[in-house]
């Protein structure tokens, strides 16, 4: 069974970086054809993909983000971790990581999910 589970600071300062790790168990983050992406939710809004890294290790963002967005993996750890650059008050959300046996379609359609992790940005 595949379970993901992310961990960070839940409350980070404006300009400040917002950085989130992605524990997996159950595969392999580097299991053939296998997508791990990051999600968002603002409050009062829908989903927002960010980006994913592949099982390959490379990686694609949103055109909105990609300026402000990393995605990289530690295979030792079997993990992978956001980080997200000169954060708003905007940028407050619940952030999911999810994965998927194959890239999705829909990159909001994922088979596993986190619990997801609530990020507050203020000063």
């Known amino acids: 069974q595949v379970q993901l589970q992310e961990s960070g600071p839940g409350l980070v300062k404006p300009s400040q970086t917002l950085a989130l790790t992605c524990a997996v168990s159950g595969t392999s983050i580097t299991n053939n054809d296998y997508y791990w992406a990051w999600i968002r939710q603002p409050p009062g809004k829908g989903m927002e993909w960010i980006g994913h890294i592949a099982y390959s290790g490379s990686g694609a963002y949103s055109p909105s983000l990609k300026s402000r967005t990393s995605i990289s993996r530690d295979t030792a750890k079997n993990q992978f971790t956001l980080q997200l650059s000169s954060v708003t008050p905007e940028d407050t959300a619940i952030y999911y990581c999810?994965?998927?046996?194959?890239?999705?379609?829909?990159?909001?359609?994922?088979?596993?999910w986190g619990r997801g992790a609530q990020v507050t940005v203020s000063s």
């Open positions: 999810a994965g998927n046996a194959f890239r999705p379609a829909n990159p909001l359609e994922n088979k596993f």
